[in-house]
């Protein structure tokens, strides 16, 4: 069965950089683009990105464009975001997805906590 | 960017009574819209594609149904684990993909 697995959470300090990572198994990686999608605490849900299944292309919620990168490496099945510049309002879970058009699959997430 | 609103922000409903749950776009999505389920420290789940379709291994008592900028989530009969946080997406124009805010039913 599909399995996405998040880690590389933790507390930072304002202005430092974290990076994530989803391990996804169950299903041919290499053909399913991914999505990184964050929940602050007692809040909704927030798209934050999106890389194609070759890694052609990625896309960005303004809030984070500039400061965040998704990247994944098919050899290990692994989709990464790397967060530089993380401020306060980064504070969240942050889930990965599988991609059709809409979110089939989802992790549990890893929380980011941003706190000086 | 599509803004999407969900209505009421709260719905409290008693175990086996109906819940129909509002999502409005702000620009027509035609019927690119999901519906989500999310309990309490847990992972969302996809619960309805393309406005109406379930997904896999889904309820039958679960139902969406609208297109272009208004849609609804129907829960017949709520059941004990139906108590969660609904949320609905579309799909149509993105980048971004695009949340409502959420609405929750909870046991009235």
């Known amino acids: 069965q599909v399995q996405l697995v998040e880690s590389g959470g933790g507390v930072v300090q304002p202005g430092g950089s974290l990076r994530l990572s989803c391990a996804a198994s169950?299903?041919?990686?290499?053909?399913?683009?991914m999505h990184w999608v964050r929940q602050a605490p007692g809040k909704g849900l927030e798209w934050v990105a999106f890389?194609?299944?070759?890694?052609?292309?990625?896309y960005y919620a303004d809030s984070v464009e500039g400061r965040f990168t998704v990247s994944r490496d098919s050899s290990k099945n692994t989709l990464y975001l790397q967060m530089n510049s993380l401020r306060s309002e980064d504070t969240a879970v942050y889930h990965c997805?599988?991609?059709?058009?809409?979110?089939?699959?989802w992790g549990q997430g890893t929380l980011v906590t941003v706190s000086s | 960017e599509i803004v999407m609103t969900q209505s009421p922000a709260t719905l409290s409903v008693s175990p086996g009574e109906r819940a129909t749950l509002s999502c409005r776009a702000s620009q027509s999505v035609s019927s690119h819209l999901a519906w989500y389920q999310q309990k309490p420290g847990q992972a969302p789940r996809l619960l309805i594609y393309d406005a109406s379709t379930r997904a896999t291994d889904i309820p039958v008592r679960f139902s969406g149904s609208g297109s272009g900028t208004e849609f609804t989530l129907t829960i017949s009969g709520l059941q004990s684990e139906d108590f969660a946080v609904y949320y609905c997406q579309q799909y149509n124009k993105r980048p971004p993909w695009t949340f409502g805010q959420g609405t929750k039913v909870e046991i009235k």
């Open positions: 997805a599988r991609a059709h058009y809409y979110f089939d699959h």
């Open positions: 169950g299903f041919t990686f290499s053909t399913f683009g």
């Open positions: 890389i194609e299944h070759d890694g052609s292309s990625a």
